[in-house]
């Protein structure tokens, strides 16, 4: 019987993937582990990246998951270099919500103000590896500048479905839309306790939430999940969702998990945000677009966390997280948008 892998059906190329081209990777710090790359033009002409880092003594994981901290950094282009400003979040410490996992940080201006968005979980080091992962929410800091501060809110953005939900497990990996109605959306990973017990990584869907104010409250979209790879062949789910408007249509990319192949991503399509199309190819793995030796596992030769620089409301760059590099450890990776 033919395996689960070569079960997996082929699915074309999108015309998104046909416009990247390869810059090069940046932030490769001999110290840390870098990861979940978000940028943004600054009133003062340069780029800021908002980005998860970690010791990079400790293992990828679960150092991600016990260690990271949201680091900013800027530079005069989208290709670096980079100079390191600081720490922008770290977690609270054992009794918060947020006490550890600062981590897939994605930001956006909204008004005259910036909207970081980020998961974290609670516990600490120590706690179970499940538990961690099973407190995971979705939070939001709001500065009036890019140099903060980043304040904490004492709750997280959206919570958990009831008990036997599509989304009863955590709530993670935010994208945001600052819809054309007026209204923000809240789009988010999550998936039931039930699979994540049972099956291989679980079944990993995309829901998303609508709230009148930035701030919230974010009230879940009666028709979730609107992304659901799953019945297209036993392995397939994803994650690591960015969604934005380009030319009259919504546009997703994420981080493919099994559904043609772990080491690509997926772009989506949609008239509204909600009803989307079936997937295709939005990034290839890595070796297609970085010269190195890639001494590792082929499905960790990945980009993941996708995140988009808009330059004058046009996508100019993909920023995506990558394993190896200089360091060895991870870094971001920068890919230009060439015009639809």
């Known amino acids: 019987m033919?395996?689960?892998r070569e079960e997996r059906p082929s699915l074309p190329e999108s015309t998104f993937c046909r416009r990247l081209r390869p810059l090069g990777r940046i932030l490769e710090d001999p110290d840390h582990h870098v990861w979940c790359c978000s940028p943004i033009w600054g009133d003062d002409g340069r780029v800021h990246v908002f980005y998860s880092r970690f010791p990079n003594r400790i293992p990828h994981t679960p150092g991600w998951l016990t260690h990271s901290e949201i680091a900013h950094a800027v530079a005069d282009r989208p290709e670096g270099p980079y100079r390191v400003v600081g720490v922008a979040l770290r977690g609270r410490g054992a009794g918060h919500w947020d006490a550890l996992t600062?981590?897939?940080p994605t930001i956006h201006r909204v008004g005259d103000r910036y909207a970081l968005f980020y998961i974290a979980s609670a516990g600490t080091p120590e706690t179970p590896w499940s538990d961690l992962v099973a407190s995971q929410r979705i939070g939001l800091s709001v500065a009036d500048s890019l140099d903060g501060p980043w304040p904490h809110r004492p709750a997280p953005l959206l919570e958990t479905g009831p008990a036997g939900a599509w989304d009863d497990l955590l709530t993670t990996n935010p994208a945001f839309l600052?819809?054309?109605?007026?209204k923000y959306w809240l789009?988010?990973?999550s998936m039931k306790r039930r699979d994540w017990e049972t099956l291989p990584n679980g079944r990993r869907k995309y829901?998303?939430?609508?709230?009148?104010q930035l701030e919230g409250p974010y009230i879940k979209h009666a028709g979730n999940p609107v992304v659901?790879?799953?019945g297209r062949h036993a392995a397939a789910q994803l994650e690591d969702a960015y969604v934005w408007l380009e030319n009259g249509r919504y546009r997703m990319l994420a981080r493919d998990m099994g559904t043609a192949s772990p080491a690509v991503g997926l772009y989506f399509e949609s008239a509204d945000g909600i009803t989307w199309s079936a997937p295709e190819i939005g990034y290839h793995a890595a070796p297609r677009y970085l010269a190195e030796a890639w001494n590792m596992e082929p499905e960790l030769a990945r980009f993941e966390r996708p995140q988009i620089l808009f330059t004058d409301g046009r996508p100019t760059h993909l920023f995506a997280a990558c394993r190896g590099g200089r360091s060895g450890t991870s870094s971001a990776v920068v890919l230009a948008i060439g015009p639809e």
């Open 228 to 230: 659901d790879v799953s």
């Open 178 to 182: 600052a819809h054309p109605s007026g």
């Open 2 to 4: 033919p395996s689960a």
């Open 187 to 189: 789009y988010y990973k």
């Open 102 to 104: 600062m981590h897939n």
């Open 207 to 212: 829901g998303v939430a609508v709230a009148d």
